[in-house]
């Protein structure tokens, strides 16, 4: 089938699909406490989420991750899984996989393993269970950990996404590298980025570079470079005294955007092709007008010429905004 292959060469190979806006969790970095959510006309149904990721996987992705907003609270999810590891069955689709916040894997993670689903990443920024309710607000540290034990013994692989937090969490940096190696889990850690508005002034206290993370990493542990490529933008290291890996993904400090291969596609069906960038398709459209996929793959050809060369995210000092406006959550991680 025809590849999607963008102005600057790069084949776009990875779908990130947000299925919903919506989270149990209020992470103080991502949303407001008091977010306005979406009203459900807005929303693809699973169906039409099915449709418009099948579409693209006919087109050439071989990778597509589910997020959100929290994946694992839209109802019935678990059919959508189900339908689009059709494709892992007839070798079209090389992985299916997920990011999460971890509270409903007691719930899912047989059920997710059963159906193909190797490995995820689970979202923990503190091993500390009162911080974790202060960053995440309504988020349960007991269930996360359950969801987390309940993944492993499924035999999921885990990767912890860790946001590194200024005056929150750079304290724990080296009990979380110990704690994965013990669990067997790889880490990234993620540097915050300005997406939405959350607060003013917020964002530039949080803000602390991964130069620094690592730094400080390379006082108590042997970081050996790896060259491990996942198709995603972090770089890794592996550790000498626990042989984990640990990925640093730094949008603010590094720009990672020159072999990228992935589009996103919120739950409204819109399509981002650069995660720093407002230009969007919209996909909705041609899905509602037509039962023929064929103005939907026209409108993804057409969307993909325009995916741009790269992001620029600032923090800016003098307006306090955020370089783009909407949330991580309406976009998908
Ligand atoms: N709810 C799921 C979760 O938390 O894993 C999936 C969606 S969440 C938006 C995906 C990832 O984005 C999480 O690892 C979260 O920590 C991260 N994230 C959210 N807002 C961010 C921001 N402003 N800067 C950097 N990372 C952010
Ligand atoms: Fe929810 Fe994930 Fe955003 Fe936290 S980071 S509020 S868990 S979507």
Redesign the pocket.
């Known amino acids: 089938m025809t590849q999607l292959i963008d102005p600057f060469g790069r084949a776009v190979t990875y779908l990130r699909v947000s299925v919903t806006d919506r989270?149990d969790f209020r992470?103080v970095?991502?949303m407001s406490e008091d977010m306005t959510f979406l009203p459900k006309a807005e929303i693809l149904t699973l169906e039409e989420l099915d449709r418009v990721a099948s579409a693209f996987v006919r087109l050439g992705v071989r990778k597509l991750r589910l997020?959100?907003?929290?994946?694992l609270v839209r109802r019935n999810i678990m059919s959508l899984f189900r339908s689009l590891a059709r494709h892992l069955g007839t070798g079209a689709l090389d992985e299916l996989t997920l990011?999460?916040?971890g509270s409903q894997l007691p719930r899912f993670a047989d059920e997710l393993a059963d159906l193909g689903v190797k490995r995820i990443?689970v979202?923990l920024d503190t091993l500390d269970a009162d911080k974790f309710a202060a960053i995440t607000r309504w988020g349960k540290y007991d269930k996360v950990m359950a969801g987390l034990a309940a993944a492993k013994a499924a035999g999921l692989r885990i990767k912890i996404?860790t946001?590194a937090l200024k005056g929150v969490n750079d304290e724990e940096f080296d009990d979380l590298v110990a704690w994965c190696g013990d669990e067997g889990y790889d880490l990234t850690f993620?540097e915050?980025?300005p997406?939405g508005e959350i607060g003013e002034g917020a964002r530039l206290d949080q803000y602390l570079p991964l130069s620094l993370v690592r730094a400080r990493l390379q006082e108590r542990w042997t970081l050996e470079e790896i060259d491990l490529k996942t198709g995603g933008p972090a770089r890794y290291v592996r550790v000498k005294e626990t042989g984990g890996r640990i990925g640093f993904i730094t949008p603010m400090t590094h720009n990672f955007c020159e072999g990228c291969n992935r589009v996103r596609l919120t739950c409204t069906g819109t399509l981002y092709m650069c995660l720093g960038q407002e230009d969007a398709a919209d996909l909705r459209a041609p899905v509602r007008s037509s039962e023929s996929d064929e103005p939907l793959n026209a409108a993804i050809h057409e969307a993909i010429a325009r995916k741009p060369k790269g992001h620029d995210f600032i923090i800016d000092r003098r307006s306090h905004q955020p370089a783009v406006g909407r949330h991580?959550?309406v976009t998908?991680?």
């Not at 997020?67 to 994946?71: A, D, K, L, R, V």
Request: aromatic share 4%; charged share 5%.
């Open positions: 989270c992470c970095y991502c997020t959100g907003g929290e994946p990011t999460t916040n990443n979202s996404n946001v993620i915050v980025m997406l991580m959550s998908g991680g």
